[in-house]
């Protein structure tokens, strides 16, 4: 799979990355079981989605190779369980993340009230350096919506994190999700330890990157633990 990101809408310039010493970027996501970040993983690495998945026992990933300004670059996401039971094995495949998304539940009230557990066992965890996004999924569930956009948005902001509403289920905002926390990875990266001799100057963005053309042909499934129980799956 191939997908050109552009980091460079009308408020940015291009960043240029150079003798980048990673080209493998881990990305795990935490939330609450049933707010559907197996469905993020699967909509976004093979273009699928399962009314019917179920809670994730464990963890599993997924990886996807993407362009970014022209780098070839792979991403590793990882699928934690939500389940206060799994948490001792999900909290391992921390080490060595460079990103992180923090998936709550538009319609669910709970999974928003326990972000702030989740981000602070993610900080006990992970590098400061690791960029952190927080997702609304099930954006398209509007008139089941309990958690206002308004209410997430100054959380984020308050945690220093960037904020984006997500539907699996329709697909919205999937791919410039992933597609925005990559091209973030890789700033971050070349600003700090990624470069080594850069004479090209760094640009963070202010906007989204704008993603271009996507070919879902290939996608490099990791292991499928087995699931059980059920949640909702958008």
């Not at 539940?105 to 557990?117: A, G, V």
């Not at 309990?146 to 220093?160: L, S, W």
């Not at 330890?193 to 053309?213: L, V």
Request: net charge positive.
């Amino acid at each position: 799979t191939t997908v050109t990101i552009s980091t460079a809408p009308p408020s940015t310039t291009i960043i240029h990355l150079h003798k980048m010493s990673e080209d493998l970027f881990k990305v795990v996501i935490i939330g609450d079981s049933g707010v559907g970040k197996s469905n993020l993983m699967t909509r976004y690495t093979q273009n699928e989605f399962s009314p019917e998945t179920t809670a994730t026992i464990g963890v599993e990933f997924m990886t996807k190779s993407v362009k970014v300004n022209g780098r070839d670059v792979k991403v590793q996401i990882w699928d934690t369980a939500g389940q206060e039971r799994f948490r001792a094995i999900s909290r391992s495949i921390y080490h060595g993340a460079k990103g992180a998304m923090l998936v709550y539940d538009i319609t669910s009230q709970s999974s928003f009230d326990n972000l702030s557990t989740w981000l602070q066992e993610l900080k006990v965890h992970v590098h400061a350096s690791t960029t952190i996004f927080l997702i609304g999924n099930k954006c398209d569930l509007e008139h089941l919506r309990v958690v206002k956009k308004e209410t997430a948005d100054r959380f984020a902001r308050e945690n220093g994190l960037s904020f984006i509403e997500t539907s699996a289920a329709e697909r919205t905002n999937v791919d410039r999700a992933f597609e925005w926390l990559t091209a973030t990875m890789c700033e971050t990266a070349a600003s700090g330890t990624g470069i080594i001799g850069s004479s090209k100057p760094i640009a963070r963005p202010t906007t989204e990157p704008r993603s271009g053309p996507v070919d879902f042909k290939k996608t490099e499934p990791g292991s499928k633990p087995s699931k059980a129980s059920t949640g909702c799956a958008c």
